[in-house]
């Protein structure tokens, strides 16, 4: 077996090292907070996770009963007085016992993992021993059954597919236009560029705030537009409550993102549109092609690349609104209109504290996230020209 | 060098004193952060052996959000602000007051705002408040004191949502109201021994056909009833927690609109329900040094001049006899008609939450069901019995 030659090179193991020592800072920083976390929900969502904190001694005895207890408890069987004790505490009958500290025995339940710890009457309780611990109930599929039959994630997984339905598509139609329009020379491009490219840069947060006050029933600025124009053909409509209800909720997100995104989608096809060989274009002129037909067979197709990528990195991005729902509706929104899956999982880990629900469906929408983007890089993907 | 010498004695006489620095996480901001600032200032000043880390975590979601995490990671701070249905979450990484807080301070705490959870003291009131009744004196002179008037002044009122005029509102995420109702007409959650689901029964039913009439003329809407009249909208009346007060008068205030405070319409009896959050102290990842400071913490703001002072600055109520009865206070409320209401409504029937360990999931129900109920989805029987099968389901789990 022979060593290909640059690995025996020393200049190849000091400039791998001196990659690896510029990569470092990043690699532990996605190793921390991305791959961490992302094996782990595949792992928490197989366990019913609590946590539970385990108090400082709860269960009295007289001091000469400890021994005999505890010879009792090795052998199997539970002392009356302790057993009373302990289901006052809310304890099982499944216990064992195991010397934790000095001269203290700690009696753990082996269901739920709670330990007692069995004190001499009269003592003090030390409850600032308390330590918190998780408990990892394997439970298999239960928790996606859970999730699965829950109306809520139901209803996070509708009103998700329809956000991602409606809003990428118009998205990139629109993105399409507009890198279109600003792809002709038109008078102060740069100036309408930085213009569609601001709301992409603009915090989420400041964002929201201010489409709050857009979708503002009687002082809306989209009210008042939309009662101007109709008031421009005599018509009259009634004043519509963009943010309390609930047929409203899900238009309103999609308008706001699809403005919000149009820009950074509409810069990367102009891009695209720009590296498209001038030659292709004069050819056609040459074969009397007209503006549109140019467009449609030569623009369109060499520009699949940019489309393709627009497509599926909005896609993602679709299927994880979260911090919208969060800021715009205060909540999951009237009725749950707005509840996205990514809010489900958020409240389920954050408010509620079921770690384990949380992951199922965080696991649930990467497998969508994942089949779709298979779907799309296996089948789509053919119809995608990268020949130039 | 004598300086020097004097200089290394006092270093040496703190480090040997034992600084305790004990961490205070809380949701006050404004006007309300300025006087918790004051009055752990004044505390530090009185212990200087104790360090009081004070944290704004933001809104109360926010915080309940950070505490839930907290405690997961077994690092949860030494004292915290909590509603009762956070504090069932993490009952056993609580410290049972009753070891490390006098019994002079704890009997002293009024009737109201006592809390047992399963059978211990963990927590104490702080800022507390109540619902009462706001009102527009232009246009309702006398205030209602019945269901019937209050249904009858709304209706008079009206809605008329081109004008921005209604006559009553509601939040759904503020269900508070509804048990207001339920508990006016003489109806409960559940059963006094947790086993049965009573909000369905004949009182139930009663606080929901009320609600949903009076939710006609109403503006529905999820955000602070006082950013609708700061906006100019005009809204005849409605109820609203008593902590919303300088909020909803400053609101009234750039509008250009008086306002005024009364006793919420009493039926079957005039309760009223008190909201707000107590302090407990952790004691998960805690010294023993820093439970006590924690516990003189809790001492020192439940001292009469210091709860007097915090009601006066924050409005929110006092929380023990001494203070609610002592001089200070009365001579207050004597000059403040509106807080004397507050007073008033809080000793004729302030009623807390309800302490079942399954709360914060039955609040959750509630929040869904009182907003089908206000949007008129169904029938108030249906959406009633709907509720209650969901509750059964939650306390049987």
Same mark, same amino acid.
């Given at each position: 077996?022979?060593?290909?030659?640059?690995?025996?090179?020393?200049?190849?193991?000091?400039?791998?090292?001196?990659?690896?020592?510029?990569?470092?800072?990043?690699?532990?920083?996605?190793?921390?907070?991305?791959?961490?976390?992302?094996?782990?929900?595949?792992?928490?969502?197989?366990?019913?996770? !609590?946590?539970?904190?385990?108090?400082?001694?709860?269960?009295?005895?007289?001091?000469?009963?400890?021994?005999?207890?505890?010879?009792?408890?090795?052998?199997?069987?539970?002392?009356?007085?302790?057993?009373?004790?302990?289901?006052?505490?809310?304890?099982?009958?499944?216990?064992?016992?195991?010397?934790?500290?000095?001269?203290?025995?700690?009696?753990?339940?082996?269901?739920?993992?709670?330990?007692?710890?069995?004190?001499?009457?009269?003592?003090?309780?030390?409850?600032?021993?308390?330590?918190?611990?998780?408990?990892?109930?394997?439970?298999?599929?239960?928790?996606?059954?859970?999730?699965?039959?829950?109306?809520?994630?139901?209803?996070?997984?509708?009103?998700?597919?329809?956000?991602?339905?409606?809003?990428?598509?118009?998205?990139?139609?629109?993105?399409?236009?507009?890198?279109?329009?600003?792809?002709?020379?038109?008078?102060?491009?740069?100036?309408?560029?930085?213009?569609?490219?601001?709301?992409?840069?603009?915090?989420?947060?400041?964002?929201?705030?201010?489409?709050?006050?857009?979708?503002?029933?009687?002082?809306?600025?989209?009210?008042?537009?939309?009662?101007?124009?109709?008031?421009?053909?005599?018509?009259?409509?009634?004043?519509?409550?963009?943010?309390?209800?609930?047929?409203?909720?899900?238009?309103?997100?999609?308008?706001?993102?699809?403005? !919000?995104?149009?820009?950074?989608?509409?810069?990367?096809?102009?891009?695209?549109?720009?590296?498209?060989?001038?030659?292709?274009?004069?050819?056609? !002129?040459?074969?009397?092609?007209?503006?549109?037909?140019?467009?449609?067979?030569?623009?369109?197709?060499?520009?699949?690349?940019?489309?393709?990528?627009?497509?599926?990195?909005?896609?993602?991005?679709?299927?994880?609104?979260?911090?919208?729902?969060?800021?715009?509706?205060?909540?999951?929104?009237?009725?749950?209109?707005?509840?996205?899956?990514?809010?489900?999982?958020?409240?389920?880990?954050?408010?509620?504290?079921?770690?384990?629900?949380?992951?199922?469906?965080?696991?649930?929408?990467?497998?969508?996230?994942?089949?779709?983007?298979?779907?799309?890089?296996?089948?789509?993907?053919?119809?995608?020209?990268?020949?130039? | 060098?004598?300086?020097?010498?004097?200089?290394?004695?006092?270093?040496?006489?703190?480090?040997?004193?034992?600084?305790?620095?004990?961490?205070?996480?809380?949701?006050?901001?404004?006007?309300?952060?300025?006087?918790?600032?004051?009055?752990?200032?004044?505390?530090?000043?009185?212990?200087?052996?104790?360090?009081?880390?004070?944290?704004?975590?933001?809104?109360?979601?926010?915080?309940?959000?950070?505490?839930?995490? @907290?405690?997961?990671?077994?690092?949860?701070?030494?004292?915290?602000?909590?509603?009762?249905?956070?504090?069932?979450?993490?009952?056993?990484?609580?410290?049972?007051?009753?070891?490390?807080?006098?019994?002079?301070?704890?009997?002293?705490?009024?009737?109201?705002?006592?809390?047992?959870?399963?059978?211990?003291?963990?927590?104490?009131?702080?800022?507390?408040?109540?619902?009462?009744?706001? *009102?527009?004196?232009?246009?309702?002179?006398?205030?209602?004191?019945?269901?019937?008037?209050?249904?009858?002044?709304?209706?008079?009122?009206?809605?008329?949502?081109?004008?921005?005029?209604?006559?009553?509102?509601?939040?759904?995420?503020?269900?508070?109201?509804?048990?207001?109702?339920?508990?006016?007409?003489?109806?409960?959650?559940?059963?006094?021994?947790?086993?049965?689901?009573?909000?369905?029964?004949?009182?139930?039913?009663?606080?929901?056909?009320? @609600?949903?009439?009076?939710?006609? +003329?109403?503006?529905?809407?999820?955000? *602070?009833?006082?950013?609708?009249?700061?906006?100019?909208?005009?809204?005849?009346?409605?109820?609203?927690?008593? @902590?919303?007060?300088?909020?909803?008068?400053?609101?009234?205030?750039?509008?250009?609109? #008086?306002?005024?405070?009364? #006793?919420?319409?009493?039926?079957?009896?005039?309760?009223?329900?008190?909201?707000?959050?107590?302090?407990?102290?952790?004691?998960?990842?805690?010294?023993?040094?820093?439970?006590?400071?924690?516990?003189?913490?809790?001492?020192?703001?439940?001292?009469?001049?210091?709860?007097?002072?915090?009601?006066?600055?924050?409005? *929110?109520?006092?929380?023990?006899?001494?203070?609610?009865?002592?001089?200070?206070?009365?001579?207050?409320?004597?000059?403040? #008609?509106?807080?004397?209401?507050?007073?008033?409504?809080?000793? @004729?029937?302030?009623?807390?939450?309800?302490?079942?360990?399954? *709360?914060?999931?039955?609040?959750?129900?509630?929040?869904? +069901?009182?907003?089908?109920?206000?949007?008129?989805?169904?029938?108030?029987?249906?959406?009633?019995?709907?509720?209650?099968?969901?509750?059964?389901?939650?306390?049987?789990?």
């Amino acid at each position: 077996m022979s060593i290909p030659r640059h690995l025996k090179s020393k200049k190849f193991w000091t400039e791998t090292f001196e990659a690896y020592v510029y990569l470092f800072p990043t690699l532990l920083i996605l190793g921390l907070f991305t791959f961490y976390p992302f094996i782990n929900a595949f792992v928490y969502s197989a366990y019913d996770i !609590r946590t539970r904190t385990v108090p400082g001694p709860v269960v009295y005895t007289r001091d000469e009963d400890i021994d005999s207890w505890i010879s009792l408890l090795r052998r199997g069987r539970i002392p009356e007085e302790l057993a009373s004790a302990l289901e006052k505490r809310g304890a099982g009958t499944d216990l064992w016992v195991r010397l934790r500290q000095t001269d203290r025995w700690v009696i753990k339940e082996e269901q739920t993992n709670q330990e007692y710890i069995v004190v001499k009457e009269g003592e003090v309780i030390n409850v600032y021993q308390a330590k918190t611990q998780w408990a990892l109930t394997p439970v298999g599929w239960g928790n996606f059954r859970q999730v699965l039959s829950d109306p809520d994630f139901a209803k996070a997984l509708k009103n998700t597919a329809i956000y991602v339905g409606v809003s990428v598509p118009t998205t990139l139609f629109l993105a399409l236009l507009i890198a279109t329009l600003l792809n002709q020379a038109v008078f102060g491009r740069p100036i309408f560029r930085l213009v569609n490219f601001l709301p992409y840069i603009t915090p989420v947060v400041a964002i929201t705030m201010v489409w709050q006050w857009i979708y503002d029933k009687n002082f809306g600025l989209l009210n008042y537009v939309l009662s101007s124009v109709a008031g421009l053909f005599g018509a009259k409509i009634a004043l519509l409550d963009w943010l309390n209800d609930a047929r409203l909720v899900l238009p309103a997100l999609i308008i706001m993102n699809v403005w !919000r995104f149009l820009g950074y989608q509409a810069l990367i096809l102009l891009a695209g549109m720009q590296g498209i060989d001038r030659e292709y274009y004069e050819a056609a !002129r040459v074969d009397g092609a007209s503006g549109f037909q140019v467009w449609r067979r030569i623009t369109l197709p060499l520009l699949t690349p940019q489309i393709f990528f627009v497509f599926i990195i909005s896609m993602i991005g679709a299927f994880k609104i979260f911090e919208e729902v969060l800021i715009l509706l205060q909540g999951p929104g009237p009725q749950k209109s707005g509840l996205t899956i990514v809010y489900y999982v958020f409240t389920k880990a954050f408010d509620s504290g079921h770690y384990g629900l949380a992951s199922a469906a965080s696991v649930i929408l990467f497998a969508i996230i994942f089949l779709l983007s298979l779907f799309q890089l296996t089948v789509v993907q053919r119809r995608v020209h990268y020949e130039r | 060098m004598k300086r020097l010498g004097l200089l290394a004695v006092l270093v040496f006489g703190v480090l040997a004193f034992g600084q305790v620095t004990i961490s205070f996480w809380h949701a006050m901001s404004g006007a309300h952060g300025e006087a918790l600032t004051y009055l752990i200032q004044k505390f530090q000043e009185e212990n200087p052996g104790i360090v009081v880390d004070l944290v704004y975590q933001g809104g109360y979601s926010a915080l309940q959000q950070k505490l839930t995490a @907290a405690v997961a990671a077994g690092q949860p701070p030494t004292i915290a602000q909590q509603y009762e249905n956070w504090t069932t979450q993490w009952l056993d990484a609580l410290v049972d007051l009753d070891l490390f807080v006098s019994e002079e301070v704890l009997s002293d705490i009024l009737p109201q705002f006592s809390q047992i959870f399963d059978g211990r003291v963990v927590t104490v009131p702080f800022n507390k408040s109540i619902l009462v009744l706001y *009102y527009r004196p232009d246009l309702i002179p006398n205030p209602p004191k019945t269901w019937a008037e209050f249904e009858e002044m709304v209706a008079q009122i009206g809605k008329d949502e081109e004008k921005g005029i209604y006559g009553t509102a509601f939040r759904p995420p503020n269900p508070e109201i509804f048990l207001t109702f339920l508990t006016q007409a003489g109806g409960s959650i559940l059963s006094e021994d947790w086993k049965e689901v009573t909000i369905n029964n004949e009182a139930g039913l009663e606080a929901a056909e009320f @609600a949903a009439r009076l939710a006609k +003329y109403a503006l529905i809407q999820g955000a *602070y009833i006082s950013d609708a009249i700061q906006k100019g909208l005009t809204i005849g009346m409605w109820i609203d927690t008593s @902590a919303g007060y300088p909020y909803n008068m400053n609101a009234a205030k750039v509008a250009g609109v #008086p306002l005024a405070v009364a #006793p919420v319409p009493c039926y079957k009896n005039c309760a009223s329900m008190i909201q707000g959050t107590n302090l407990a102290i952790f004691g998960v990842n805690q010294t023993k040094a820093q439970i006590e400071a924690a516990a003189k913490l809790i001492e020192f703001l439940l001292r009469e001049d210091n709860i007097v002072y915090w009601a006066q600055k924050t409005g *929110y109520l006092p929380v023990t006899r001494t203070a609610i009865f002592g001089k200070a206070w009365q001579e207050y409320i004597a000059q403040k #008609p509106e807080q004397k209401v507050m007073t008033d409504q809080l000793l @004729a029937g302030g009623f807390g939450q309800l302490l079942h360990p399954k *709360y914060m999931d039955i609040r959750n129900v509630l929040i869904t +069901y009182w907003e089908l109920l206000l949007k008129g989805q169904d029938t108030p029987k249906n959406i009633l019995d709907a509720l209650a099968a969901e509750i059964e389901s939650i306390i049987t789990e």
